[in-house]
């Protein structure tokens, strides 16, 4: 395997890598935007009501994604493992 190689596989799974992870991201920071908004306007400052709203986000971005992402992690490991030569 060539350094070329590699390095194209480092760069795939990276960009694999932000693409699983962004859904659950984003969907916490929006989550926590709308929250701390919230909490500004009725200047409620409970640690719990942050944390708890961002939490059940990202499970349920898990959930509604969760098969997406298995399909690209799968995708790009069989590509990874396909390209390996032993010799």
């Known amino acids: 395997m060539t350094q070329e190689a590699i390095r ?9 890598v932000l693409k699983v992870a ?3 991201l984003l969907m916490g920071l929006g989550v926590g935007l709308i929250v701390s908004i919230f909490q500004a306007i009725t200047s409620i400052h409970e ?5 708890i709203p961002k939490i059940a986000a990202v499970f349920l971005s898990l959930i509604i994604w969760g098969n997406w992402m298995l399909t ?6 069989s590509k990874v493992l396909s390209t390996l030569t032993f010799q």
């Open 8 to 16: 194209e596989i480092i760069s795939e799974g990276v960009f694999v």
């Open 22 to 24: 962004a859904p659950p």
């Open 72 to 77: 690209q992690l799968t995708d790009f490991m």
């Open 47 to 51: 640690q719990t009501l942050a944390f």
